[in-house]
């Protein structure tokens, strides 16, 4: 199994950046997904989860309108859109792969997202 974020990167508040993770080594389309994230000097946040189908998304309340996960089973990647962002957002994301028991069994090496200006 292999999880692999990109297109984190700078950006200034009130921008934009795409990520996208892509995944290896199992049927993703057979699994939820989430996005976590880990603030400096923070402990983990989920931020988001979609499930198989991509028809169910939840969000926590702070990305709630300004994060959209979305997936594409057919080229086995998650997506995390993300608008309006603000320099509380500045984190290491994490896409990660829901257990069957709970929680998470797989991670993405991370993928640093810093809004500043």
């Known amino acids: 199994v292999q999880l692999v974020e990109s297109g984190g990167g700078l950006v200034q508040p009130g921008g934009s950046l795409r990520l996208s993770c892509a995944a290896s080594?199992?049927?993703?389309?057979?699994?939820?997904m989430s996005w976590v994230r880990q603030a400096p000097g923070k402990g983990l946040e989920w931020i988001s989860e979609i499930y198989i189908s991509g028809n169910n998304t939840y969000y926590t309340n702070s990305v709630k309108g300004r994060f959209t996960i979305s997936r594409d089973n057919a080229k086995n990647t998650l997506f995390l859109q993300m608008n309006t962002l603000k320099p509380e957002d500045t984190a290491l994301y994490y896409c990660?792969?829901?257990?069957?028991?709970?929680?998470?069994?797989?991670w993405g090496q991370g993928a640093q997202v810093t809004v500043s200006s």
């Open positions: 080594g199992f049927s993703f389309s057979r699994y939820s």
């Open positions: 990660a792969r829901a257990a069957a028991v709970g929680g998470y069994d797989y």
